[in-house]
């Protein structure tokens, strides 16, 4: 059995993440820890009625509350948690700098203390900025970040935690950087 730890598993894309996880392996348990704030909602996990699916409300800052609800023989987490949307972190953005960067280093520590095999960092292609509505150009993985937002300064500097994890502690880490999302449980905005 798999043992999988995913934060922000409330949220749209977390949620979504973790329907279609229980729904294609038979050989996952899931603890699902998120803060339900604003973009958090339970009603995001309706018919996960599944003994392989255990929610935990906690803030991924607060490093007792994270180890108390990671399971020993975790296999990997999925960090999904994350203040997002860019007008919100323009009129508060202390409040993006500590859930999205010192959120991430608690539970890479986390990680390290428990021997968690993988750490997945769920980013945002608003890490690299904007390209010129007339350009050719395309992003890639090498594209240099340029972050327009404290939203995407917060999500390059978590990028840059994780880096620093994998480089100094040989943490396994993968970073995502995702598109723009839609679909069902989305936050309307």
């Known amino acids: 059995m798999h043992r999988i730890f995913v934060t922000g598993g409330a949220g749209f894309i977390g949620s979504a993440f973790v329907h279609l996880l229980l729904e294609e392996q038979a050989d996952v348990e899931i603890v699902n820890f998120d803060a339900l704030t604003y973009a958090g909602n339970l009603e995001n996990l309706t018919g996960l009625d599944d003994k392989r699916h255990k929610f935990v409300k906690g803030d991924i800052c607060d490093h007792p509350s994270v180890m108390d609800a990671l399971p020993h023989g975790c296999d990997a987490i999925f960090n999904f948690a994350a203040e997002s949307h860019v007008d919100r972190s323009i009129a508060s953005a202390g409040e993006f700098l500590r859930t999205n960067i010192i959120g991430t280093q608690v539970l890479l520590d986390a990680a390290r203390e428990r021997s968690v095999r993988r750490f997945i960092q769920v980013s945002t292609d608003e890490v690299m900025g904007s390209l010129p509505d007339a ?37 396994d880490t993968v970073v995502t950087r995702c598109g723009n999302n839609y679909g069902p449980r989305q936050f309307p905005e």
């Open 135 to 171: 350009s050719l150009e395309l992003f890639t993985e090498g594209s240099p970040l340029r972050p327009n937002s404290p939203y995407a300064a917060s999500k390059a500097g978590a990028e840059f935690v994780v880096r620093a994890a994998r480089e100094t502690f040989g943490v």
